[in-house]
């Protein structure tokens, strides 16, 4: 069953001189239990796909439906309010409040889901539970990553939208996160990852290629 749905997405950005095509018509379908990556060059339309489909950005043309309503083109409180209840988001910054704890970020994401579970499995999973205690500014760049997916996934949502989660991170970690990430699909969500990685690639029940704005497998 497809939770997740975007139809023939554009998404244009303007320059003094120029007019860029980000996404031109871009239409793809994640169902519960499904792990999707999205694979793409640099400047692909990779972030901003991600983006549309979590209603972060708003594209030009089409829309994207999750869980059967309807997240764009409608007010940024009811968008706020369903990812909320459907999402788990890690985009390539902005992931965590920076006045708490890593600790406190993972459990935040967990109550404004309406999850009760503990932070400390997803943490303790992707190799960060000792320094839980930790402000994110005192975290590298690839513990920010894994505290980020840790917060992401710990309220257990419906679908789960990644972007380039393991581009900060050593061997160890990226072998951990994308083994959480076809487990938390395996659970029932529908998981998009946007990444060079192979190593997603390798884990995923579909690879799409993204190039210049368009999907072409």
Request: hydrophobic share 45%.
């Amino acid at each position: 069953m497809s939770v997740l749905q975007a139809r023939d997405l554009y998404r244009f950005f303007h320059t003094e001189t120029d007019e860029v095509i980000a996404l031109h018509g871009v239409s793809l379908d994640a169902d519960s239990g499904e792990l999707v990556v999205v694979l793409g060059p640099s400047g692909s339309g990779k972030s901003t796909l991600l983006a549309c489909l979590g209603g972060i950005d708003e594209p030009d043309g089409g829309a994207v439906y999750a869980c059967g309503e309807r997240m764009s083109h409608r007010p940024e409180r009811e968008k706020a309010s369903l990812r909320a209840r459907r999402f788990g988001i890690v985009m390539q910054s902005d992931n965590l409040v920076a006045h708490l704890t890593v600790r406190d970020n993972v459990t935040l994401a967990s109550r404004l889901g309406g999850s009760r579970a503990s932070p400390a499995d997803a943490l303790g999973r992707l190799g960060i539970a000792e320094r839980s205690w930790a402000m994110p500014a005192e975290r590298s760049g690839g513990e920010a990553v894994r505290a980020a997916v840790a917060a992401a996934v710990a309220k257990r949502p419906a679908i789960v939208l990644a972007d380039e989660p393991t581009a900060e991170v050593d061997d160890d970690a990226e072998t951990g996160i994308a083994d959480l990430m076809r487990e938390v699909a395996a659970s029932g969500a529908a998981v998009v990852v946007a990444t060079h990685s192979r190593h997603l690639a390798d884990r995923a029940d579909r690879v799409l290629h993204l190039r210049d704005g368009v999907i072409d497998g």
